[in-house]
C-alpha cells in the first residue's frame, strides 16, 4: 500500500486503513515514478480541455499545468481507471496522467513524457498482511501508533524515550481522532541498531500512551 511520495507527501487515508482493518506492516519498498501525459491517438495538447487522474499523481505533476492555464483538472479514483476511460468513452477532449503500462493497455499515445515536479520522484509502498504471524528474523525498522493526553509535555516524554535508546525516529505524522477535539493519533517510524534497547524504550514508552500499536517489525529498505 503506497504511504508517502517525495513529492506529494503523506497518503493520510491509507494510514487510517491500516490501523482500522489491523493489517500488518512486514516490508517496505521504494519505487520510482514516471507520470506521463497519454491522449487517443491524433489527439493534440492543444485540443485539450480536461486532464484527469489520482489526486497524489496531479499533485506530483503541478508545476507542469501551470503553463496550461486552460486545463480543468478532474480528480478520480485510479490512474489506470483515467486511461480506460478515455479508451472506453472515445474522449478526444481529455488526457490522463498515468504510467507507460496504462498506455499500452489503452491504446494511446504519450503526447507529454515526466511531467512528475522533479524527476527524483518516488512512492514508498508498505507490504502488508493480514495477521501478525510471521517471524521475521532480521528487523530494525518498526511502524507504530499511539495517543498522548493533550497536555504540555505528553508527546516529548514519549519521544525522548526513543532517543535515550538511541532508537531513530524516521518519520512522525499525526491525525486527528475523528469526532474527537484536540486528540491525534501519531504514527511513527523507528530504527534500531540494537534490538534490546528498541525493547526497552517500546516497554517505557506503553506507561505514558494509549491506544497503542506497533503495526509492524520489518527490514529497512533504502534501494530506490
Known amino acids: 500500500m503506497a504511504i508517502e511520495n517525495s513529492i506529494a507527501g503523506s497518503l493520510l487515508p491509507?494510514?487510517?486503513?491500516?490501523?482500522?482493518?489491523?493489517?500488518?506492516?512486514?516490508?517496505?519498498?521504494?519505487?520510482?515514478?514516471?507520470?506521463?501525459?497519454?491522449?487517443?491517438?491524433?489527439?493534440?495538447?492543444e485540443d485539450v480541455k480536461y486532464v484527469t487522474s489520482h489526486p497524489i499523481a496531479i499533485r506530483q505533476c503541478i508545476d507542469f499545468f501551470d503553463e496550461f492555464p486552460h486545463l480543468k483538472v478532474v480528480e478520480s479514483v485510479d490512474t489506470a481507471a483515467c486511461a480506460k476511460k478515455i479508451r472506453d468513452e472515445q474522449l478526444t477532449d481529455t488526457v490522463a496522467i498515468a504510467n507507460t503500462l496504462a498506455a499500452e493497455l489503452y491504446g494511446l499515445n504519450i503526447i507529454e513524457r515526466r511531467i512528475e515536479s522533479n524527476k527524483k520522484n518516488y512512492t514508498r509502498f508498505l507490504i502488508l498482511q493480514n495477521d501478525k504471524t510471521e517471524d521475521l528474523t532480521e528487523i530494525n525498522k518498526s511502524s507504530i501508533?499511539?495517543?498522548?493526553?493533550?497536555?504540555?509535555?505528553?508527546?516529548?516524554?514519549?519521544?525522548?524515550?526513543?532517543?535515550?535508546?538511541?532508537?531513530?525516529?524516521?518519520?512522525?505524522q499525526s491525525m486527528p481522532v475523528l469526532g474527537k477535539r484536540n486528540e491525534y493519533y501519531f504514527y511513527v517510524d523507528m530504527e534500531w541498531t540494537e534490538s534490546e534497547k528498541y525493547d526497552i524504550a517500546i516497554r517505557k514508552a506503553l506507561k505514558y500512551t494509549v491506544n497503542f500499536n506497533i503495526m509492524g517489525v520489518y527490514l529497512k529498505n533504502d534501494i530506490v
Not at 487510517?16 to 489527439?43: S, W
Not at 524515550?161 to 532508537?167: G, K, L, P, R, S
Open 145 to 172: 501508533c499511539f495517543q498522548v493526553g493533550n497536555h504540555v509535555g505528553a508527546l516529548s516524554k514519549v519521544l525522548n524515550i526513543f532517543a535515550e535508546q538511541n532508537v531513530n525516529l524516521s518519520k512522525i
Open 14 to 45: 491509507n494510514y487510517t486503513l491500516i490501523r482500522e482493518y489491523n493489517f500488518a506492516v512486514t516490508g517496505e519498498v521504494y519505487l520510482p515514478i514516471q507520470l506521463h501525459l497519454m491522449a487517443l491517438p491524433g489527439v493534440k495538447l
